[in-house]
C-alpha cells in the first residue's frame, strides 16, 4: 500500500505535464514492471525502471544499467524480502558484490558514501538525492565540498496535495492504528510535482538540474524481456532430444487411447499428430509438454483442461482425457502458428493431493521454480470495511451496514466513510499465493523477478498472471479440484466390495480394472443420463448449482455434447441466448445467418456458445488467420479495449459484407461476439469438465451412498453439508449417527446407508480422533467401561461424544444418563477427587433417562445441525396444521398461486436491467430442493428477513418456463424452529 496511483495514472499525469521521459521505482520490489511499461509506451513516453531498495536503515534507489544488473537487482530484491540476511553488514556486502558496475545510485543517506569509500564502481556511480522539502542547503554544500552530484527527485504517493488524508487512511489500514496514530513526517513531496513546482522549490540549486540531465544520458531503456517464451529444458536434454522424446511418447501411446483405431480414424490421427507436433516443435515447446507430462504423472486422478484439452498430443500424454478428434475440439485456439504468448495447460488434481504435486515440482526444479501471485486490490465493499474499522465502527455495525448498502439509508459518518473509500478503492492491498500459478526458468527465477515467500514458506514471484505471461515467463497452472477427490474416494470404497467384477486392461502406467477414474467413460450410461433429464444433479461436479439444474430440466438431453454447451451458455452475458437454445435443441427451425457461419455454429444451433467460435467465425467470413481470430476474441476481455475493437470490427463488418452476409445478419452475430466479453469458456475446457460431470452421475446412479458420504466428506459442492443430508434422504438413504465401532474420520457409504464420522462431531480434536481411530485398530470396543479404559482422551471430549451417540452401539437407549454418570466418576477418581473404590457408585443410582426433545437438540448443538433427523421434524407439528403444497408437487401448480413451507439452502443476488437487485432463492423441504425468485419490489421488502437463513412459510406464483419450475414469492415469514 504504497501510494493511491496506478501506473497509468503515473504516466498520464508526467504526459499531462509536458515530460516525455519518466524515471519510476518501487519499494523492495518490480511489482508493477511490465504495467508501467506498458502505459509508458501507450502513451509514448521514454521509460527508465528502478527500485527502491529499504534495509534497516538504508535506503538506496537502484538503476540498473545492464540486463545483468536488472537480473543482480532482483537476487538482492529477493534476499530483502526474504529476510536472508543475519546483519547490516551482509547486505551491504550483497549490495557491493551483485550491483558495483552494474547499476547508478540515487541515496540520501551520508553514511553511504562513507561505508563504500574507495570502491569507486560504487561512488562513481552514486548520487545523493534532492526532494523538496528534504534538501537543505547544508546538503547543497556537504555535495559541492564532497563533489557528490546531487539529482532532483520526487517521493510520489498521490495526486494532489489534499489526498494527503486519504493516504493517511492507507496507512491506518496497513499498521491496523486509528487515524491519530498516524503520522507522516520527513517524506517531502508526496503528491505530483510539476515540472514548475520542482523548480519553485529546488531551481536556485541549479547543479541540481545540470546533474540530474545528465543521469538521465547515463540512464539507459533496458529491454529486460525480449517476449521470448522462458522455459527450461526437460531433464537436461537437448533440443533434438527433447523433440525425439516426445514423438516417441505420443506415438507409443496412441494403442492406448485408440485400442480399436479404424484405418480412417488412424489417417485422421495422425494428421493431427503431425500437425500438432510441428507447431510445437516450431516455437519450441516440446520441453513444456514433456514437463507438463511428469508432473501430470505423479497423480492417477487429474483433469486437465482449458484450450489445452484440444490438442491430441496432450490427449495422448494423459494430460487430457477428452478425444479432440471425437469431439471436435480445435487445436488453433491452444496454439497456432502466429500465437507468440506462451501456452496454457491448466490440471487439476484432487485438493489434498496438490501440494504433494506442488512440493515435487519445487523440489525438481528447486531455486527454478516459484508460484505467481495475486495482487489483491481493494474492493468496494472491501474499501468500505477497512475504513470503517479505522473510524472505530464495530464489526457487527460493518457487517450489516455492507450487506445492505443499496437498501438503507445512511448518517454523514457512513457518507464520510464512502467518499473515503472511493478514493482507496483499486489500490493494491497486499500479495497472497496465485490459485495454481507455477512458473519454471532454465536459470535461477530470481534472475528473472524478485521472489518472495510466503508465511507457509511457498516462494513467489512478485508478478500476477498477466505480467509473467507478458515477459515470457510460461505459467503451469496447478489446481485442487474437491469432486475428483470424491470420485477418487468413490472408487476406492466400490474397489473394497468383494462382489466387484474386475476387468483388467493394460495402461502405460500399469494394469488396472475397468472400474477407474482414467477408464470410466460412462458417456452413454441410461441411469446417468436419467438423472440429467431430471435435473437431479445435486452432488454433482459443474451442474449442480439451481441455474444449471433448471437448464438441464429444460433441455431433456442426456447427451454429452449437449451438458458440454449448457455449462457453457449458463453465464451472465449469454443467458439469454440459452432459451433459443433450448427451443431449436426441441425441433424449432431458424435459418443459418450465412452458409460459411453455418458450417461453425452447426453443433450449437446456430449459436455463438464457446470462445474459439469467435475466432472460427472470424476465420470463416472474415478471412482472419487463426492468430488474428484469437487476437479477437483476447481483446474482448481486456480493459480500454475500445480503440483496438474498433479496427477489428471495421475489418471484420467489411469483410463479411463482400461474403454476402446481410447488415442484420452481421450485427446479430456481433451481438454474439461482444457477450464473450465476460465470463466464458472455450469448449475443450467445458468438455472437460463435462467428462469429470458424467463420471460423478455415474457414481451418484450405481453407487448413491458411497459418492454422497465423500460430496459431504469433502465439503467442496455448492451446497451446505446440512442440503447434502437431506437430499440423501430423499434419494432413500439412511443417515446413521457417528460409531464409537464403525465410523471412519469422515463419512462412510454402503449398501444404502451412509454412517456419519468423527469429523462431524463439532469440538471434538483432531488428537482425540486419533486416539480412537489408533487404539481400534488393535480390537473393537466392547463396552464404555472399556473405552474409557483404553483411550486417553478429556472428560469434556467424552461428554461431547456421548451427547453425539457415539457409543449407542455399546448401549440401551435408555443407558445415556448412565454412562454419564460412570464419565463423571471415572474422571474424579482419575483426578483424586474421589476414591478410586467409589467410582462404580452411580450404579447404584435410580437414574432416569433424557427426552428425544434433548437428542435432537445434542444433535443440532454436537453434530452441527440435524444428522439422523431432518431439520423439517423440528417444525412437524406446525406442518401439520397447515395446508401447503410440499416441493416434489410444485409443478402440477403451474399458473397458480401456491402456500409453501421451505428452508433456506443457498441464493444468488443479481441485478435487472433498471439496476435493481433481485434474488434467485433454493429452498427445501422433505420432498424436493425447489427454485424460487424474488423480484426487485419483493427482494426489497423480504431481503433482511431472507438474510437470517432458516425455515419460512411462503405464497407464491408457479411459473413453468418450458420444463424448469420456480415460484415467485410474494409473501413471506420467518418461522422459528424449537430451539431459537
Not at 175 to 189: A, H, K, M
Not at 244 to 249: A, I, M, P, V
Not at 276 to 290: C, H, N, R, T
Request: proline fraction near 3%; glycine fraction near 6%.
Amino acid at each position: 500500500m504504497g501510494g493511491l496511483l496506478s501506473p497509468f495514472e503515473i504516466c498520464e499525469m508526467v504526459k499531462s505535464d509536458g515530460m516525455n521521459s519518466v524515471a519510476v521505482t518501487e519499494t523492495n520490489g518490480f511489482y508493477s514492471l511490465i504495467h508501467f511499461q506498458n502505459a509508458a509506451a501507450e502513451l509514448g513516453l521514454q521509460l527508465f525502471i528502478g527500485v527502491e531498495l529499504v534495509y534497516e536503515n538504508w535506503r538506496v534507489i537502484v538503476f540498473p544499467t545492464s540486463l545483468e544488473g536488472y537480473q543482480n537487482t532482483c537476487c538482492l530484491v529477493s534476499k530483502i524480502t526474504q529476510m536472508t540476511f543475519a546483519e547490516e553488514r551482509e547486505f551491504l556486502n550483497s549490495f557491493n558484490e551483485l550491483l558495483a558496475g552494474h547499476a547508478l545510485f540515487i541515496t540520501d543517506k551520508k553514511d553511504f558514501f562513507e561505508v563504500f569509500q574507495g570502491q569507486d564502481l560504487i561512488i562513481q556511480n552514486t548520487y545523493f538525492e534532492a526532494s523538496p522539502l528534504l534538501f537543505s542547503a547544508a546538503d547543497f554544500n556537504w555535495c559541492e565540498k564532497n563533489k557528490i552530484p546531487a539529482v532532483v527527485t520526487s517521493r510520489l504517493r498521490y495526486e494532489k496535495e489534499e489526498d494527503a488524508i486519504f493516504y493517511r487512511y492507507l496507512k491506518a489500514i496497513e499498521s491496523n492504528q486509528s487515524l491519530d496514530q498516524v503520522i507522516l513526517q520527513g517524506s517531502g513531496f508526496q503528491h505530483f510535482a510539476s515540472l514548475s513546482e520542482l523548480q519553485s522549490h529546488l531551481g536556485h540549486y541549479w547543479p541540481l538540474w545540470l546533474n540530474t540531465a545528465r543521469l538521465k544520458k547515463r540512464l539507459q531503456k533496458i529491454d529486460f524481456f525480449q517476449r521470448k517464451i522462458v522455459f527450461p529444458q526437460f531433464n537436461g536434454l537437448s533440443g533434438e532430444e527433447q523433440k525425439k522424446q516426445l514423438k516417441e511418447q505420443v506415438y507409443r501411446n496412441v494403442y492406448y487411447r485408440y485400442p480399436e483405431i479404424e484405418n480412417d480414424l488412424q489417417e485422421k490421427i495422425y494428421e493431427r499428430i503431425e500437425y500438432e507436433l510441428s507447431i510445437i516443435f516450431e516455437k519450441g515447446f516440446a520441453s513444456y509438454f514433456l514437463v507438463v507430462e511428469d508432473i501430470v504423472r505423479q497423480c492417477p486422478i487429474t483433469c486437465g483442461r482449458g484450450s489445452g484439452a484440444a490438442s491430441i498430443v496432450s490427449y495422448l500424454l494423459f494430460i487430457t482425457h477428452v478425444d479432440p478428434i471425437k469431439h471436435n475440439l480445435f487445436f488453433d485456439r491452444f496454439l497456432n502458428p502466429g500465437r507468440e504468448d506462451p501456452p496454457d495447460i491448466d490440471i487439476d488434481f484432487p485438493y489434498d493431493e496438490r501440494s504433494k504435486v506442488m512440493d515435487y515440482v519445487l523440489h525438481k526444479y528447486a531455486g527454478h521454480a516459484a508460484m505467481v501471485c495475486n495482487q489483491n486490490f481493494f474492493q468496494w465493499k472491501s474499501a468500505i470495511r477497512e475504513v470503517a474499522k479505522v473510524e472505530g465502527v464495530p464489526e457487527d455495525q460493518i457487517s450489516y451496514v455492507t450487506k445492505r448498502l443499496n437498501r438503507m439509508e445512511l448518517d454523514k459518518r457512513w457518507d464520510k466513510i464512502i467518499e473515503i473509500a472511493k478514493k482507496i478503492k483499486g489500490v493494491m492491498r497486499h500479495l497472497s499465493l496465485h490459485c495454481g500459478g507455477m512458473v519454471i526458468t532454465p536459470r535461477p527465477i530470481d534472475e528473472y523477478v524478485p521472489v518472495q515467500l510466503s508465511p507457509e514458506g511457498v516462494p513467489f514471484i512478485q508478478w500476477e498472471k498477466d505480467q509473467t505471461e507478458e515477459a515470457g515467463l510460461v505459467k503451469i497452472d496447478l489446481l485442487g479440484n474437491r469432486s475428483l477427490a470424491v470420485i477418487r474416494d468413490t472408487l476406492q470404497v466400490i474397489k473394497s466390495h468383494p462382489t466387484l467384477p474386475t476387468v483388467k486392461k493394460t495402461q502405460p502406467h500399469g494394469e488396472i480394472t475397468s472400474l477407474t477414474y482414467s477408464l470410466l467413460n460412462p458417456l452413454q450410461d441410461q441411469k446417468a443420463q436419467q438423472l440429467l433429464l431430471e435435473g437431479e444433479t445435486i452432488g454433482v461436479f459443474y451442474i449442480e448449482s439451481p441455474g444449471t439444474r433448471q437448464f438441464l430440466q429444460k433441455m431433456q438431453s442426456g447427451e454429452y455434447e449437449h451438458v458440454v454447451i449448457a455449462s457453457s451458455i449458463i453465464r451472465p452475458a449469454a443467458n439469454r441466448f440459452a432459451n433459443t437454445f433450448t427451443r431449436r435443441l426441441h425441433g424449432e427451425a431458424y435459418t443459418p445467418l450465412h452458409p460459411l457461419v453455418h458450417e461453425v455454429l452447426e453443433e450449437t444451433y446456430g449459436i455463438m456458445i464457446y470462445q474459439e467460435q469467435v475466432t472460427q467465425v472470424a476465420m470463416k467470413l472474415a478471412d482472419f488467420s487463426s492468430y488474428e481470430g484469437n487476437v479477437l476474441r483476447k481483446i474482448l476481455g481486456k480493459k480500454h479495449k475500445e480503440k483496438k475493437l474498433r479496427h477489428l470490427k471495421d475489418r471484420f463488418f467489411i469483410k463479411a459484407l463482400e461474403k454476402g452476409i446481410s447488415q442484420q445478419n452481421l450485427q446479430e452475430l456481433w451481438e454474439m461476439i461482444l457477450s464473450f466479453a465476460g465470463y466464458s469458456f472455450c469448449k475443450p475446457h467445458s468438455a472437460s469438465y463435462a467428462l469429470v460431470s458424467y463420471k460423478s452421475l455415474y457414481l451418484k446412479a450405481h453407487h448413491p451412498a458411497e459418492f454422497m458420504a465423500a460430496v459431504i466428506s469433502h465439503r467442496g459442492g455448492f451446497y451446505s453439508t446440512q442440503a447434502y443430508l437431506d437430499e440423501c434422504r430423499r434419494m432413500n438413504l439412511t443417515i446413521l449417527p457417528p460409531c464409537i465401532n464403525q465410523s471412519d474420520y469422515d463419512f462412510k457409504g454402503s449398501e444404502g446407508s451412509i454412517r456419519t464420522g468423527f469429523s462431524q462431531v463439532k469440538h471434538l480434536t483432531n488428537k482425540a480422533v486419533q486416539a480412537i481411530l489408533e487404539e481400534r485398530k488393535n480390537s473393537r470396543f466392547k463396552n464404555f467401561s472399556d473405552f474409557l479404559s483404553r483411550v486417553c482422551i478429556s472428560f469434556e471430549e467424552v461428554k461431547i461424544l456421548i451427547k453425539s451417540r457415539v457409543f449407542h452401539s455399546l448401549i440401551s437407549h435408555q443407558d445415556t444418563i448412565k454412562i454419564m454418570w460412570e464419565a463423571y466418576y471415572f474422571f474424579a477418581a482419575k483426578k483424586g477427587i474421589i476414591a478410586e473404590e467409589e467410582k462404580n457408585e452411580f450404579r447404584n443410582y435410580q437414574l432416569n433417562t433424557y427426552e428425544r426433545m434433548r437428542y435432537l437438540e445434542w444433535e443440532n448443538t454436537y453434530l452441527q445441525g440435524q444428522v439422523t433427523y431432518p431439520y423439517w421434524v423440528l417444525f412437524k407439528k406446525f406442518l401439520q396444521k397447515k395446508n401447503r403444497v410440499q416441493g416434489i408437487n410444485i409443478p402440477h401448480f403451474a399458473g397458480k398461486h401456491v402456500q409453501l413451507f421451505g428452508i433456506k439452502v443457498t441464493s444468488k443476488r443479481v441485478r435487472t436491467k433498471n439496476n435493481e437487485e433481485m434474488m434467485f432463492v433454493s429452498f427445501s423441504d422433505e420432498t424436493s430442493i425447489y427454485e424460487t425468485v424474488f423480484f426487485p419490489g419483493f427482494y426489497e421488502a423480504f431481503a433482511d428477513v431472507l438474510f437470517l437463513g432458516g425455515a419460512f412459510e411462503m405464497i407464491g406464483f408457479v411459473d413453468n418456463d418450458h420444463g424448469a419450475v420456480s415460484c415467485h414469492i410474494q409473501d413471506l415469514r420467518k418461522v422459528e424452529d424449537v430451539f431459537a
